[in-house]
């Protein structure tokens, strides 16, 4: 197996470290691909799906890339201790602090608001905007001795428009690109720059088969673009905000959605 992607300026990323949260499968995998593609060094994070990240060491060993340039690490990022660890773990395996982070581990369960539990709503907010406080805290006081560090938070249209199925992970992703902008702020004296990627509706596997069919459907004509997007396109953009062709943006939130939300 080998990937054809689109990775952008192999040299600036050439022997730079990331962490992508989530990043087993999905957009999350896709980011760290393209990332290993660019020549960089990639820890990538999950909490549960063994499956997925077999699946993806596999798939990254089958496409050529060492155990050395690689790290898949079960973690429930939500946990201070376990951002510690994380580090800690990465530091140890190739002795660098990372450049990069992508804050891209999430959930989202839809249903009936006044269903909604009290138990998922701590959950939402835990994975979706707790992990990224973590991550931040923790990891920028080291990214700021790296070369050309930063970050992308993963958010969505979901926290620009609302949404009725799901207004616990749609607070999340608003409360995250405030949260960006924030950092960004923060970011700017340590000379690292925070970003935001705001997908639309994306091909992955988080919205389960049957909403994903619905939501085709739908793309005909809620979607300026008329299709849903796929993971590859998320990472290109994830890659932009990283790289040095984006040296003189922060704080921004790039809209990935096929024209859902200007």
Excluded at 8 to 19: L, S, T, V
Aim: with cysteine; proline share 3%.
């Amino acid at each position: 197996m080998q990937y054809w992607g689109s990775a952008m300026n192999e040299k600036f990323f050439q022997g730079k470290i990331a962490i992508v949260t989530g990043g087993t499968r999905g957009i999350g995998k896709a980011i760290a691909t393209e990332l290993l593609i660019a020549g960089s060094k990639v820890a990538v994070t999950y909490n549960r799906d063994e499956k997925s990240a077999e699946e993806s060491r596999r798939s990254w060993e089958a496409a050529g890339f060492s155990n050395e340039r690689f790290l898949v690490v079960k973690s429930d990022v939500s946990a201070r201790n376990n951002v510690r660890e994380l580090l800690n773990t990465l530091k140890k395996k190739w002795n660098k602090c990372p450049n990069f982070l992508v804050n891209n581990a999430g959930i989202i369960k839809q249903g009936n608001f006044f269903e909604l539990s009290e138990d998922q709503w701590d959950q939402t907010l835990a994975v979706n905007l707790k992990g990224p406080f973590l991550l931040c805290q923790e990891s920028m006081p080291l990214m700021k001795e790296t070369e050309s560090p930063a970050i992308v938070n993963i958010a969505s249209v979901g926290g620009q428009t609302g949404g009725s199925r799901a207004p616990d992970y749609a607070a999340s992703k608003a409360a995250l690109i405030c949260f960006t902008q924030s950092m960004a702020r923060i970011g700017a004296d340590l000379g690292i720059r925070v970003n935001a990627v705001s997908p639309g509706w994306i091909l992955t596997g988080i919205l389960g088969a049957e909403t994903v069919e619905k939501l085709k459907q739908e793309a005909a004509s809620k979607v300026i673009l008329k299709r849903m997007g796929e993971p590859q396109e998320v990472a290109d953009a994830v890659l932009f905000l990283l790289s040095d062709k984006s040296s003189y943006i922060t704080g921004h939130v790039l809209n990935v959605n096929g024209g859902m939300h200007f």
